[in-house]
């Protein structure tokens, strides 16, 4: 493939299989570090994993001081943590991260770093009464069920089962939020501007609350910061009423750049700047509408004396469920628009009044 368009379609659809394809449930990231390291220690920079687990990683442009440009993407995912063994190969399990309980019932899942097979367990609907019928399960009732003899034990995290695969225009798979911005970032490494100081957070934690991300902030001490991430789809047909305020954001229509969210207001400036970036560029591009959630950019923001932030998410369905739904051209415009960014970007945009 000529250079050109491979710079223009962006990471490999194998590199983002490979993510998603492993594991890496909140505080226990390390399977995605490991992917992370071997496809950039080849490549040139200064690598640190900090106490909390952090991947950071440091590329210095030769010439006098640059415009210092944090970079965010979070490893980590939601899923499951088994509290208790009921015997059998059954464990009493909580949930790490925002998982709609409701919905786990019947699904598989992997326990431990030998990736076990299991299933969350529930008692048969044939055996439910009417008012059973009537309301959620309660996550007391659920068990993950590992079988006799099956390898693992209390404080082993879950995911669910591993499901990566390409639907003609769309992605499904776990773990979409955020290995979609794992792998765009990746690939922004290798293909790192000189005209920066690029300060790339593979982060920890930000699915229990964004934790890892003001470590790395005050770590790297960066003049700003970008958060790349995965936001919701709310675009299906019954939510499409009033559709200037009740979705968020919508799939096809390019990378959702962020004005605010129940963490974050996003720096005017920068959101401009990608605006106006996208505009030059061609680069198709979508307002993430204000509402709840929220990225990286939350704890960033409010690290050391304050650091403007703006967040750009590939948009996709369903997430934070056992399978969510994203489009090829969302993803790779997402990363066209950053490595676009990074080109244009010089220290004149924070002297220009918000």
Request: include cysteine; charge should be positive; hydrophobic fraction near 40%.
């Amino acid at each position: 493939m000529p250079a050109r368009r491979r710079e223009a379609q962006g990471p490999s659809l194998a590199l983002l299989r490979r993510l998603c394809m492993a594991v890496g449930v909140s505080g226990d990231e390390g399977e995605i570090r490991k992917i992370i390291l071997d496809e950039l220690k080849p490549a040139p920079g200064e690598f640190r994993v900090d106490a909390l687990g952090n991947l950071l990683i440091t590329r210095k442009s030769p010439g006098g001081r640059k415009l210092r440009v944090m970079l965010d993407a979070h490893m980590d995912e939601i899923g499951f943590m088994l509290v208790a063994e009921s015997g059998d190969g059954l464990y009493e399990f909580e949930t790490v991260g925002g998982v709609d309980e409701g919905g786990v019932a019947g699904k598989p899942v992997v326990v431990g770093r030998k990736h076990t097979p299991g299933v969350v367990g529930t008692k048969a609907i044939h055996l439910l009464s009417e008012d059973d019928l009537k309301r959620a399960i309660p996550k007391a009732s659920l068990r993950i069920d590992v079988g006799p003899g099956g390898k693992a034990a209390v404080g082993d995290r879950a995911s669910y089962t591993p499901n990566f695969r390409r639907a003609g225009p769309s992605i499904m798979s776990k773990a979409l939020d955020d290995r979609l911005g794992v792998s765009i970032l990746i690939e922004l490494l290798k293909r790192a501007p000189r005209n920066i100081e690029l300060l790339a957070a593979f982060t920890v934690q930000e699915e229990i609350g964004l934790r890892g991300a003001q470590v790395a902030a005050k770590y790297f001490r960066p003049d700003l910061a970008i958060v790349i991430d995965a936001t919701p789809a709310r675009d299906l047909p019954m939510q499409r009423e009033g559709e200037n305020t009740f979705y968020n954001s919508r799939l096809g229509l390019g990378p959702a750049i962020y004005v605010s969210n129940s963490s974050t207001i996003d720096d005017p400036r920068l959101v401009r700047f990608m605006m106006d970036t996208a505009r030059q560029s061609k680069i198709p591009f979508q307002v993430r509408q204000p509402g709840g959630g929220g990225t990286d950019a939350g704890g960033i923001q409010r690290a050391l004396h304050g650091i403007p932030v703006v967040s750009v998410s590939v948009p996709h369905r369903y997430p934070h469920t056992a399978i969510s739904v994203a489009r090829v051209d969302d993803w790779r415009n997402t990363y066209a628009l950053l490595h676009a960014a990074l080109r244009r970007i010089t220290p004149g945009i924070l002297r220009k009044d918000a």
